[in-house]
């Protein structure tokens, strides 16, 4: 049975611009998804429920006070012991049903001092197993310091410190008198899901489908009619994503494609995805949007983002006037490879993209090995790739840092450990 979660803050409210909000709405949705019973607690006055991930329970049993940066370790105020004791009581009724606990910056900030002061007191006699989330570089313990300051820089009793990266994991760890083996290294997740706010057909694409893990994505706005020889050419693409996941790289093609809604359209469908499983590709790797329900076409912001998510754009089109998709292609970042054959393309293009041989309407072109020359154009893209280091850092953020990735990971993996 999984544990029970709980996720411990001060808010009062949701506020997805404060970025350690944005942090939590991550650990958030990754709990609820894979099937943990989560609890979020918050101050009572907390007010935005409806922006909580779905899925968990708010508890609005945080007690407030009025607050005092403690950070210059001054003598206490008079009412300290009693914010302390009101905190505890609170902490005990409230966590009572809860195996692992989450918090932010309790046991760090100085304005935090009371809270801390309760988690400890809680920690000493209970079975709660605490993960204690600290988002600044924290300071060495200053000499002949004393209580309360001295918990500030200590441990409680069945808590891990968990710092954001490997780099100053040492200093974490002498910071809270503690060894680096009290350290576990989570980092924060940025998933285009939720910065870029995404549709929700393209959130629901993203769970379904290994979109966020391609090394190479493309995304292909065509008429379904159109997409095929002596049009889009998108088989011409399939060969290409073959030779590409061939050679040891991850890719998905995404077919935004309208006006495939007759049989005969569908049946054309079902011939690509059975062409490209042919070369080598899965029926996850190569995507019609008309097969997710938009058999008309998409928005056009499912366009964009898709377009946002990808950094290739093959497009071995065989006529083309000025083509709003290679316009927006290049709007979003990608690396383009065209269609040598269609002269009018090097207009928009120039000297920006790469271009090779794919026929078009006017020039056709006889290879004398087809499938080796689509796998020198696979080794081209590779090759340009591995120099583009604005691609490969966004690639590298899809890849690690959603907070899929994050969760499975690092974060999962210590609720499970020992010691």
């Known amino acids: 049975m999984k544990p029970v979660i709980g996720c411990l803050t001060t808010f009062a409210n949701f506020d997805n611009s404060y970025s350690l909000c944005s942090v939590v709405e991550s650990q958030l949705i990754a709990l609820v998804k894979y099937g943990y019973k989560t609890i979020l607690f918050t101050h009572d006055n907390f007010e ?197 996941k061939e050679l040891g790289n991850k890719v998905c093609l995404i077919a935004c494609n309208a006006h495939a809604n007759a049989d005969k359209e569908k049946g054309a469908i079902e011939d690509m995805l059975q062409y490209a499983v042919n070369k080598g590709l899965t029926r996850n790797e190569v995507l019609f949007t008309s097969l997710q329900g938009y058999e008309h076409g998409v928005p056009k912001e499912v366009v964009s983002q898709f377009f946002k998510l990808s950094n290739l754009f093959i497009f071995p089109t065989c006529s083309e006037n000025c083509p709003l998709i290679l316009l927006e292609a290049m709007l979003s970042g990608c690396m383009l490879i065209l269609n040598n054959s269609l002269p009018q393309l090097r207009e928009f293009g120039k000297e920006n993209a790469l271009y090779f041989d794919f026929g078009s309407l006017d020039q056709k072109v006889n290879y004398d090995n087809k499938d080796n020359y689509m796998k020198d154009v696979a080794r081209v893209i590779i090759s340009e790739y591995s120099t583009n280091k604005a691609l490969k850092a966004s690639a590298l953020i899809k890849q690690k840092y959603n907070y899929d990735d994050v969760f499975k990971k690092q974060i999962e993996p210590l609720f499970t450990e020992n010691g």
């Open 48 to 244: 935005d429920d409806a922006k909580v991930p779905k899925g968990v329970e708010i508890r609005k049993t945080i007690p407030r006070f009025l607050l005092e940066d403690y950070t210059a370790h001054q003598s206490v105020k008079k009412d300290f012991e009693t914010q302390v004791d009101t905190a505890y009581k609170a902490f005990k009724e409230t966590l009572k049903d809860i195996d692992i606990v989450i918090e932010h910056d309790l046991i760090l900030q100085g304005w935090f001092l009371p809270y801390c002061v309760a988690i400890h007191k809680l920690a000493e006699e209970s079975k709660i197993k605490w993960f204690h989330w600290v988002h600044s570089v924290p300071n060495p313990m200053p000499a002949g310091l004393k209580y309360p300051h001295t918990l500030r820089y200590h441990l409680p009793k069945n808590s891990k410190l968990v710092y954001l990266n490997n780099t100053n994991i040492m200093r974490a760890s002498e910071a809270y008198n503690s060894w680096p083996k009290d350290v576990r290294i989570v980092y924060n997740p940025v998933d285009p899901r939720l910065f870029w706010n995404l549709h929700p057909l393209v959130k629901e694409m993203i769970d379904k489908y290994p979109i966020l893990e391609a090394d190479f994505l493309q995304v292909y706005p065509i008429s379904t009619p159109r997409m095929g020889q002596g049009g889009k050419q998108i088989n011409v693409v399939i060969d290409v994503m073959a030779h590409l």
